[in-house]
């Protein structure tokens, strides 16, 4: 058993408030797993534990062989592998869309101008911006500029995906065009792990849905668990609409 | 005891060059120690950070010509007799690398931290980070208040009259030793510096309201 995402027992404390109190959970290759829960439960918290934007109190994080936790660990290996995107999106405003994505593969995989372009040209066309490759970021509407930062992670070719709330900055009517890019890209094999509010996209697209509570994974199961929830607190959590 | 020449009138026009020229060379050296005091005040280690900060405070705490004094005479006690333009050039440098740093310390940590976090997702290294993403940003925001600091700076160079070099306040001090016109001559000195900072500090009031205005438009 080799999963791509592994968790164990791990603890994360911010000064004195434990906000991660022993979250173990796995993600295999090509798995789609959404994380779901309150505001304030520690899933943004534990997505960013797993590509070492935060680093752990205790217990172990591993990802594709690789761990995570470890003093020593190669931190530009580690995002090689691991693509994020976030809630704000965080394009760069100061660069062009084809300069946004292509900025990684030439400073960090030093792939010539020219085939960087058609990386970027290549990005964009899986999500639906081939038209937008020369605009600025502030040109784009929020969903296309979540879409561009999608591509931008993807055009360094991550092993495993890292969504935070990408819909929730956004426009009920825009949602739908970033959630139906992260659809294929979960039918193309992509391991993903997703938090999100959109329950509808957990209960369709997703492999496996993790609720979390006060800093624990409370229930886990198959998208069905939304429809017949175990415990009081996921069924609240559901039945309260978020 | 004659009148005002033009051989004065020449003579502070060489001085003001050697205003200029001082303030390029002190401004330039200082950008180059702002810039390594900017990295310290935002490096990640802290005892770096707090040493800069040290450093900072007590340049900023020091008046200017404190510092021109312990450069020229208080080297020159220890042996080391620095020329007047080169003693002036170190100490302006030392002046502005503690203001420029602290100025563009503000600027980058005034870029979102967020934008520092998705250049690592994507593998960056902290310098690249820095260069590529973080740089550009904080340019546009720095660049009027430095211009703004240039101006600061070249109206302190006529500090440096006091160790003895002749820029435009000394030259126009040894002018009205002579002719003891002091309003025509300090005049003509106030107007030449005025001729220099006035299209600066335009300058910097234009960036601003471009920095604040120019947004480009969604197409
Ligand atoms: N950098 C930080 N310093 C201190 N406390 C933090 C930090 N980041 C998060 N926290 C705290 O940790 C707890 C969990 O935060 P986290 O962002 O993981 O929650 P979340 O489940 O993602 O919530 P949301 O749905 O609002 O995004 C919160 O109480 C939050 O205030
Ligand atoms: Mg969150």
Known sequence: ?242 | MGGFTLVHFVYLLQATLWTVVLTVLAFGLGSLAGFVVMLARTARTRWIRAVSMIYVDIIQGTPLLIVLFLIYFGLAVVGIELPALLAAAISLMIYCSAFLGEIWRGCVQSVPRTQSEAAECLGLTRWQTLVDVILPQAMRIATPPTVGFLVQVLKNTSLASVAGFVELTRASQVINNSLFQPFLVFGIAGALYFALCYPLSRLSRALERKLNVGRRQPA
């Open chain 1, 1 to 242: 058993m080799s999963a791509a995402v592994s968790l164990r027992d791990v603890h994360k404390r911010f000064g004195e408030v434990e906000v991660l109190k022993g979250v173990s959970f796995d993600v295999a290759p090509g798995e789609v797993v959404a994380v779901i829960g309150r505001s304030g439960s520690g899933k943004s918290t534990a997505l960013r534990c797993v590509n070492r934007l935060e680093t752990i109190q205790s217990g172990e994080i591993e990802v594709h062989g690789r761990r995570v936790d470890d003093p020593q660990l190669d931190l530009r290996a580690l995002r090689r592998d691991v693509g994020m995107v976030f809630q704000s999106y965080n394009l760069f405003p100061h660069l062009t869309v084809a300069e946004n994505i292509t900025l990684a593969p030439r400073r960090v995989r030093k792939t010539p101008q020219a085939e960087a372009r058609h990386i970027a040209v290549e990005a964009l066309a899986r999500v639906g911006l081939s038209d937008k490759i020369d605009a600025y970021p502030e040109q784009l509407s929020g969903g296309q500029q979540q879409r561009v930062a999608i591509a931008r992670s993807l055009a360094m070719e991550p092993k495993v995906m890292l969504f935070d709330e990408v819909t929730s900055a956004l426009d009920p009517h825009l949602t739908g065009e970033v959630l139906k890019v992260m659809e294929a890209l979960a039918k193309g094999g992509m391991t993903m792990l997703v938090v999100t509010h959109e329950m509808a996209f957990a209960r369709r697209v997703a492999d496996r849905v993790i609720f979390m509570h006060t800093g624990k994974v409370w229930e886990t199961g198959a998208g069905e668990m939304l429809a017949n929830p175990q415990t009081p607190e996921l069924r609240e959590f559901l039945a309260n609409g978020l």
